[in-house]
């Protein structure tokens, strides 16, 4: 890795009515260095990123790229200098080419020819060992591959600084190494990227540097290397992690002498094959496995979320028909599910709204919540859960993404379930909500709650699960408890059928 620095910014601040966002931040960027920029939501990172961008103005501070102050005064300025984001959400045009996304807007005294565009991107695809084709549709590349393109496009723009927010939160493990190839390949070449991401284990495995915010403030910066895990998360957070070591201490026979709160036999629906299940009052259980061995499908099995069809179900021990999400919502069962933004919050409907949105459905139309009780509900569940919204009023859509899941967790927990399915709760957000959200679950348990939890995060289940529904190729294919929940045993029997 070079040494030359690439990118200072010093001092940088940045005031928002009655928020001091950025106090006086420092940050700096090695030629040919991954610099992992780490905090939680709320810590500061997107908004030091949109003054490096242009898009907001500093209100303090100094940035030198290359050597020499620079004042950024519109993201196009940014990409003139030499700096681009590639977001998480792509931003290119998926009815177009791939040579023509990366081309398109392109300022130039003359025009490109169509087979000379082609030809130039087909050399810089290759260049940088992309598996794709100038004339294809981009909206025919998978994920990975469009992150790539919009990669390749700013690489072409003679980037030197590459900014990648988030790039991995919609890829599997393969589509994950194919773009960390691509980094170390710029990296090699000595672009500086910036890379932000809420993935521990892939800061670790790619980044040469870590600097942390929290509070609008600079933690420190440190190598990779030197800077163990569970104090990265510390820092982070702001307090230590002795509590989440003691996470995972179930009361496993308090659990197993409680009744069976739910039990299903060959349940299987248009997406699930047939499986048996139950869980205790109590007890906070998972499904586990790879990606697409049937765990989001079983869950939605229960719930009545896809079409049942077929297995028999008992709650409390009775025989009950479960086939519509309002039926097993009438039996006390509340599902979070695994895309927040498809199936769970409406995005332009208000924090107050979005909360009692299920409570309004058990209730049915003929019994409207009134305006009081639903304002009184929201202020509750914000303050109860600690959810950052400037007032109950504000869209949910604006909200970051760990705010926007604790409000579909109030709107389940209005309705007072007595069991809990929650799909990839954590999912793509900050260590300390993902911390708050299994205390919650356990805190549940305690309190008489069944929780089905699920998470691509095999330690954050064994934090949290007294029993593990191990399962591949969409069958259950092992049950670990006790002295087996521990992530070898896992992967053992992932791997190998019963552990």
Known sequence: MQEECLLTMRGIEKRFPGVLALNGVDFSLRKGEIHALMGENGA?????????????????????????????????????????????????????????????????????????????????????????????????????????????????????????????SSLDDNEVQMLFKLMRDLRGQGVGIIFVT?????????????????????????????????????????????????????????????????????????????????????????????????????????????????GTVTVKGKPVKITRPVEAMKHGIGYLAEDRKRDGIIADLSVRENIILALQVMNGIFKPISRSESEAFADEYIKALNIKTASRETPVGSLSGGNQQKVILARWLLTHPDYLILDEPTRGIDVGTKLEIQKLVLKLAEEGVSVTFISSEVEEMLRTCSRLIVMRDRHIVGELTGKDLNQTQVMKTIAGGEG
């Open 44 to 168: 500061g990172k997107s908004t030091l990123i949109k003054v490096l961008t242009g898009v907001y103005q500093m209100d303090g501070g100094e940035i030198r790229l290359s050597g020499e102050n620079i004042v950024i005064r519109s993201p196009e300025d940014a990409q003139n200098k030499g700096i681009s984001t590639v977001y998480q959400e792509i931003t290119l045009c998926p009815n177009l080419t791939v040579s023509e996304n990366m081309f398109i807007g392109r300022k130039s005294g003359f025009v490109i020819r169509h087979k000379d565009r082609e030809k130039r991107a087909d050399e810089i695809l290759k260049r940088l060992g992309i598996p794709a084709r100038s004339t294809q549709l981009l909206g025919n590349c998978s994920l990975a591959v469009q992150q790539m393109v919009a990669i390749a496009r700013a690489v072409d723009m003679q980037c030197k600084v590459l900014i990648l927010d988030e790039p991995t």
């Open 198 to 310: 809420h993935f521990l284990e892939q800061v670790y495995e790619v980044s040469d540097r870590i600097t942390v915010l929290r509070n609008g403030e600079l933690v420190g910066e440190y190598l990779t290397e030197e800077l163990p895990q569970v104090q990265l998360v510390s820092k982070m957070i702001g307090k230590e992690l002795e509590e989440l070591s003691n996470l995972g201490d179930s009361e496993d026979n308090r659990i197993m002498a409680q009744e069976v709160f739910y039990e299903a036999k060959g349940l299987s629906s248009t997406e699930a094959m047939p499986f048996d299940f139950s869980i205790r009052k109590g007890e906070v259980n998972g499904f586990t496995g790879l990606l697409g061995s049937g765990r989001s499908e079983s869950v939605r099995a229960i719930f009545g979320a896809d079409k049942v069809n077929g």
